[in-house]
């Protein structure tokens, strides 16, 4: 007699359901911008596809969503990805990129003040929902302050998908019209070039998932913050710097994760319930539209100064989540080590210096306010 096969949890039905049917709306919507020739195809088809298609069929978004042990795996990947890209001549031009971190760092603080004084007294927030909503970067790190310290974190999570979105989008269309239509086809060609997984010795495979495991267990010991992104990338950071590996992209894997990226992002938009949440969601708009406003001013500033290429620097501004403008700079195929290391620094001094802020900036209100129209 043949052991009778243990049934499926329910939970793991419904997440894999879930992945499924995200999935199966991310890949028809990026393969249709694929064959259109649009810039970044699978990332904004993701977030496109899934958000428009949860949003004109309701029925569809209980079953909308990329479960989180499906999405770390996919950032432990990508942690090993940008730290392949950091090796010898990234060392040697480490000291260059001081201008633009401290102008980064400068610019950063700068649009904190302008969203906090925008949201504090233009709009009568409460001073800690002000400041998590304000904060440029580090979305993961206020959405769970959030829900310490204010009532509505979802207004805090709104605000920093907004931003997230927006950046999605104007970046992808930003290649085309600083660099033109050349651009956006070399980048899709080099999507469709880089090398497939099949064609990887198996030595090539598991080094890739050795580095991304063992990197976020040594992160975990030494309570590494985000250990599951910060592990994988400083463990192939000095593999790949000593010469111990040298890992190409994977096109499948690329792919995979513009998919859950973007399919997530896409699925939280969907579910967003647009009439109760119409007054914070002009707020978030006005606010990211500031924040985004001073970081391409700086941009401009810093690229005009130095000659460097207007979007490497704008990638490595522009605060749209560290993975999706890495994902971003993988796809279009700019310096990556260039744009993870600003964007590290940026979450890291968040990190440290948002729990310190929200704490001085007063008690939790029970109510807060809403935006006054």
């Given at each position: 007699?043949?052991a009778?096969r ?10 894999l359901?879930k992945?499924?049917v ?16 649009a810039p970044?195809p699978?990332l ?14 309701r ?22 990805l ?5 090796n010898?001549?990234v ?17 950063t ?17 409460e ?22 310290m ?12 907004v ?5 999605f ?6 290649l ?30 598991v080094v ?6 063992a ?35 994977v ?24 009439r ?15 924040i ?6 700086s ?10 290429g ?22 279009f ?22 729990p ?6 007063g008690?939790?209100e ?5 935006p006054?129209?």
């Amino acid at each position: 007699m043949t052991a009778a096969r243990a049934p499926i949890p329910s939970w793991l039905l419904a997440d894999l359901t879930k992945i499924g049917v995200t999935f199966t709306l991310a890949l028809a919507a990026g393969w249709a911008l694929m064959q259109a020739g649009a810039p970044a195809p699978y990332l904004m088809g993701s977030l496109f596809g899934v958000w428009f298609g949860g949003a004109l069929m309701r029925p569809l978004q209980p079953y909308l969503g990329v479960a989180r042990w499906f999405h770390k795996p996919v950032v432990l990947g990508l942690g090993v990805l940008i730290g392949a890209t950091f090796n010898q001549s990234v060392l040697e031009q480490a000291d260059k990129w001081m201008i633009t971190l401290v102008t980064m760092v400068g610019t950063t603080i700068v649009v904190t003040a302008i969203g906090y004084a925008f949201l504090r007294r233009a709009r009568g927030y409460e001073p800690r929902m002000a400041i998590l909503c304000s904060v440029p970067g580090g979305q993961a790190e206020a959405i769970v302050m959030a829900r310490e310290m204010v009532d509505k974190d979802y207004v805090v999570a709104l605000f920093h998908l907004v931003r997230v979105v927006i950046v999605f989008v104007s970046t992808p269309l930003l290649l085309g019209i600083v660099e033109g239509r050349e651009a956006v086809d070399r980048s899709n060609v080099a999507l469709r070039d880089m090398p497939s997984i099949f064609a990887l010795p198996t030595s090539d495979i598991v080094v890739f998932v050795g580095l991304g495991v063992a990197g976020f267990v040594i992160a975990r010991l030494c309570r590494v913050p985000m250990p599951h992104l910060l592990g994988p990338v400083g463990l192939s950071t000095l593999c790949h710097l000593m010469g111990w590996a040298e890992l190409p992209r994977v096109n499948e894997f690329v792919i995979l994760a513009q998919l859950a990226i973007g399919g997530a992002v896409g699925a939280r938009l969907a579910k967003v319930p647009f009439r109760d949440l119409l007054g914070y969601l002009k707020d978030a708009f006005a606010t990211t539209l500031l924040i985004v406003g001073a970081y391409f001013l700086s941009t401009a500033a810093i690229a005009f100064a130095t000659g460097s290429g207007f979007l490497t620097i704008w990638l490595a501004f522009v605060p749209g989540g560290l993975y999706e403008v890495t994902l971003l700079a993988l796809v279009f195929g700019f310096d990556v080590a260039f744009v993870a290391f600003h964007h590290t620094i940026r979450v890291m001094m968040i990190f440290v210096a948002l729990p310190m802020l929200a704490l001085r900036l007063g008690p939790r209100e029970i109510s807060p306010p809403p935006p006054r129209d």
